[in-house]
């Protein structure tokens, strides 16, 4: 059964740091390219960062760029998020997602919430 299982979310003040991690099980984890999206309220779910299987090349969406570091651990099957210098823009739903672009299978976490509030 595949599994992506988000934590770290939280209430955070604006400046603070937040670090999310996903939990992957049930499939490869290595040959996936694990992403991390966000759904703020009332906009559509968007990228924020990417770390591809292999090489573990990054895209980060200009918003967050500078600001957040998406990495992995493919021994323990976790992408993380370190997320700095939050903004209030930064509140949202954020949702880890395995992709392997051979089979085009695509799988989600439920999401964590952040929220970045004074």
């Known amino acids: 059964q595949v599994q992506l299982v988000e934590s770290g979310g939280g209430l955070v003040q604006p400046g603070g740091s937040l670090r999310l991690s996903c939990a992957a099980s049930g499939f490869t984890f290595s040959l996936y390219t694990m992403s991390w999206y966000r759904q703020a309220p009332g906009k559509e779910r968007e990228l924020g960062a990417r770390i591809t299987s292999r090489t573990r090349s990054t895209d980060y969406a200009d918003s967050v760029k500078g600001r957040f570091t998406i990495s992995r651990d493919n021994a323990k099957n976790t992408v993380y998020l370190q997320m700095n210098s939050l903004k209030l823009e930064d509140t949202a739903v954020y949702y880890c997602?395995?992709?392997?672009?051979?089979?085009?299978?695509?799988?989600w976490g439920k999401g964590t919430l952040v929220t970045v509030s004074s």
């Open positions: 997602n395995a992709w392997n672009s051979y089979s085009g299978i695509n799988y």
